[in-house]
DNA sequence: TTTATTTACTGAAACGTTTTCGTAAAAATA
DNA sequence: TATTTTTACGAAAACGTTTCAGTAAATAAA
């Protein structure tokens, strides 16, 4: 049973040990009609034999397709992006797509190159998740020029651009994770948003925006905060909204590392929550249910999310980009509040 | 400045808008010597300004290189995989290296298919992370037999395999876990492994025994369990291990979700940590800090071990497989224990 | 029976590179 | 000046597949 030195086997050396063409291992391969029952079985059995696969180099530069689809993430670390991709690469992978990952570590270089990188490869079509600073998406025209479909999630282009464009419902989850402080009683409401550039935190903004005035809660300007959400950011923060009182009674934070870090703060200063303060994450980080007082967050829903990229790609490839010109409205998906001890 | 329909472009557009050869344009795009340096800059400009991208299907049916190396891990969102992952990425993008990702999601059945796929994209490398289960590797001799590198990490071969294979330090990460326990005073030690058909539970579980044996506390087989350590047969472990005094006075778990899962159980019934009852786990996942109390356990340094596959990778991309053949010796990375509040 | 149609296959070109071999022209050497 | 060496480039083959156009045989229709 030991298959020794199997050596590269090509579509010709079985041709020729079968007497047969290349055309016609090449149908066979293919599920081609016009071939006879008997030389297929012929030729399969032979090609089980020797163990020959597929040479999708060969057979991507004659019919220019790749199988593969190309990923562009800012980290595949952070959780959200973790639970999404690993949707993506488990439906694909059953259709028979290979995915290539890469991230762009926040960086518009290195989305620049990876977008090169990816049309270079020739891959069929393009996921991204922008890096946080994207405003500009001509990076991206190589690819759609070039009849490769984008599809952006998460973090989309705020501008029109000719893509298949997938996200969360942000406006929806920062409203109602706002009515349900104001609900509670918070009036003196702080919110540490990640920065304005990016879609996400402008609709999350919008949507915290509108529960407090439909609430009729003032927003108070010192008690806002743009920045990217790391926890030294979140701490300096903190430290400005601490440095006199009136305390705040409720903090909304765009992410749950940012909560995780508030709370961490409060135990330091011996604030406890939620009597005191009121805490709300963004994303429902693992961690966020498992700290003491667990937090409350807005649940994305990755795996879903995933699934819905999923099948959006493969309607792209199916249909080519015909099927985009009308389809431009971008695809929102739910979210929901999820009520923990921290309010 | 639109670049409007830049069209198909390829080497031979190039060389006609210039009278010149395909072959002079190959020779400038990849460095060859003997070329004009006034043709060299000619043709550089001309690519810029078609925004030329050379076509790595075309150029590795030509060379067999594709620039690509395969990724198969068990799932991409287990931390220490995670971590790892990211840091082979960012090193071989840093390389001009494109990563493919798969997830065997610890089927074996998909891993052996996995193999094959990666096979037939022709990617130049194969860094896999087995299964919980694999315990014949002749599905990657299609990838060996065809001289593409295999380079195993964490879970790797039991038996001799030709392939560089790298691995945590798992038996002294337990003994120093093990020995920790029983110099803080713990004698009832239980003990909840993996599965023992994966190798790094073989380990640990050798060094856990080692500091058993030299500390001569006895091993109570009944306070012992091997299965796959999800969160749903910890809690039955846990069952049997209270089911009668005299209750364990710590455990040891070969994985930081166990060890959570205990932490879990133990407030659930009021067992004092850690005074009733000392937790390790095994990580150092992000939760494990968090969580309180924090849970000690073993850090592997992610980081460190996706920087050494980095470079064993490009040794092995570099001089092929010969280089190989004396170094089948596997690599060792350390581990050290982070004592926290749970002991 | 003759003619049209279908079936089963082959030959050859094409995809876009890289690379070997060959050959002029230029430069160095005699 | 004549000869050798070096430099700069072109022609063409090759990588392994797919597919178009074509053909001979088998089958169906007339």
Sequence with gaps: MKKKNPKKQSIQHIAAALQLSPATISRVLNNHPHVHEATRSKVMTMVEQVGYKRNVMASGLRTNKTHTIGLIVPRISMFVHTEIITAIQNGL?????????????????????LAQTLYASRVDAVIVACTLFTSDFSHFDVLTDNDIPVLFYDRVPVKPYPACIIKGDD????????????????????????PMSCNIYIDRYAG??????????DIDPDRIFYHELTVDNARKALHRLFARRPYPDAVLCANDLTALTVLTFAKEKGISIP??????????DPRSSIVTPSITTVEQFPGRIGQVIVSEVLKLLKHGREGLLQEMAPIVTPVELIRRMST
Excluded at 171 to 183: D, K, N, P, S
């Design 275 to 284: 009597q005191e303060l009121r805490i709300v994450g963004y994303s429902n």
């Design 171 to 194: 406006f929806r989850g920062a409203y109602l994770a706002t009515a349900h402080l104001v609900e509670l009683g918070s009036r003196r409401i702080a919110y540490i948003s990640g």
């Design 208 to 217: 915290f925006e509108q529960a407090m005035r439909q609430h009729r809660v």
């Design 93 to 113: 992978h059953a259709h028979g797509y290979n995915l290539i990952i890469c991230q762009s570590n926040d960086s518009l270089a290195i989305e620049q190159d």
